[in-house]
């Protein structure tokens, strides 16, 4: 991992803001198919409940992944 010096307000809002757009999207993937949990729509999707869903539910793991990423980093400062 290759390491920066920054300003550490300045990380922080980089971070913060990253998060927010990583909710915004997967709000809005859960919006499109009418769910408000996570959980429900990938277990839906997975289980075919909810027809040509896959996609969006990749997107959705990946978008979780990152956002735990960020959380981690967060909470080691």
Same mark, same amino acid.
């Given at each position: 991992?290759?390491q920066?010096?920054?300003?550490?307000?300045?990380?922080? #809002?980089l971070?913060?803001s %990253?998060? =927010?757009i990583?909710?915004g999207?997967?709000?809005? *993937?859960?919006?499109?198919?009418?769910? !408000?949990s996570?959980?429900?729509?990938?277990? #839906?999707?997975?289980?075919? %409940?909810i =027809?040509?869903?896959?996609?969006?539910?990749i997107? *959705?793991r990946n978008?979780?992944?990152? !956002?735990?990423?960020?959380?981690e980093?967060?909470k080691n400062?």
């Amino acid at each position: 991992m290759t390491q920066v010096t920054m300003d550490r307000d300045l990380a922080e #809002d980089l971070v913060n803001s %990253k998060l =927010r757009i990583i909710v915004g999207e997967i709000d809005k *993937i859960l919006q499109k198919w009418n769910y !408000k949990s996570i959980q429900g729509f990938l277990s #839906d999707s997975r289980s075919g %409940k909810i =027809r040509d869903a896959e996609d969006d539910a990749i997107v *959705i793991r990946n978008l979780m992944d990152d !956002k735990e990423e960020l959380l981690e980093i967060k909470k080691n400062w």
